[in-house]
């Protein structure tokens, strides 16, 4: 059970550094501030975890985000959109994503990475891994040829998640988050991440997805205490 734990460790962590998650594409060039008082920290902590309940209470985080970013008022039209990112060449499949779909070395696996996006703002990037064997040849066709989210495309599938991690990569304290000539608390480019299989109604799993969520989840006007809206 432990070497099977570190090998999902090391997954993980190609993944992230494969897809270049941490790249500057999606950060704002001025960061995300808040005011930097015990209670803004506090407040910035307690919007964090609630995305994180949002997350933990959708079977798709596309609907999840959507429900985000119209409960801020983040875009006039609180539609996720899924911008693809290029993708290595050859690009194999993870031996871990072919064990947690339960297929063997054969079976057809399509890769898509996009950053999902709700009006200017990137909440997610996302690699994903599916069955197309498992959809519908319209729902294959829609992945190929449009910037339709995944979650729209299969849910007539009327999926459920199975989680097999939803991490944070940031907190509040300790650590030097301040804003020293603004007097804010700057939060970084990312702030969580969520690795899932996907069932379709038969219980049959067609899809994991690796999901980092960005601090622009976090860019709507705080109150003036420092908390969400």
């Given at each position: ?102 297929i063997g070395a054969t079976?057809?696996?399509?890769h898509r990475r996009v ?46 998640r199975e989680r097999l ?65």
């Amino acid at each position: 059970m432990k070497r099977r734990s570190m090998g999902r460790g090391r997954f993980v962590a190609a993944i992230i550094v494969g897809a270049g998650l941490f790249n500057a594409g999606y950060a704002r060039a001025d960061g995300l501030s808040w005011p930097d008082t015990p209670s803004g920290r506090a407040n910035l902590l307690t919007v964090v975890q609630a995305l994180e309940k949002t997350l933990r209470t959708h079977a798709s985080a596309t609907l999840a985000l959507e429900d985000w970013c119209a409960t801020h008022h983040m875009a006039a039209r609180p539609v996720v959109v899924a911008q693809k990112a290029p993708l290595p060449q050859p690009d194999p499949v993870p031996a871990q994503v072919r064990a947690d779909l339960g297929i063997g070395a054969t079976q057809a696996v399509r890769h898509r990475r996009v950053r999902l996006t709700c009006g200017t703002h990137v909440l997610s990037v996302a690699d994903n891994w599916y069955v197309p064997d498992l959809l519908t040849p319209e729902m294959n066709a829609t992945l190929e040829n449009t910037d339709t989210a995944f979650g729209h495309v299969v849910a007539p599938l009327h999926f459920t998640r199975e989680r097999l991690q939803l991490a944070p990569l940031w907190a509040p304290w300790p650590g030097p988050l301040f804003g020293a000539a603004s007097g804010r608390v700057v939060a970084p480019a990312t702030i969580m991440r969520q690795r899932a299989v996907l069932r379709d109604g038969q219980g049959r799993p067609f899809s994991e997805v690796m999901e980092i969520y960005t601090d622009q989840n976090l860019d709507f006007t705080p109150s003036p205490d420092g908390g969400g809206p």
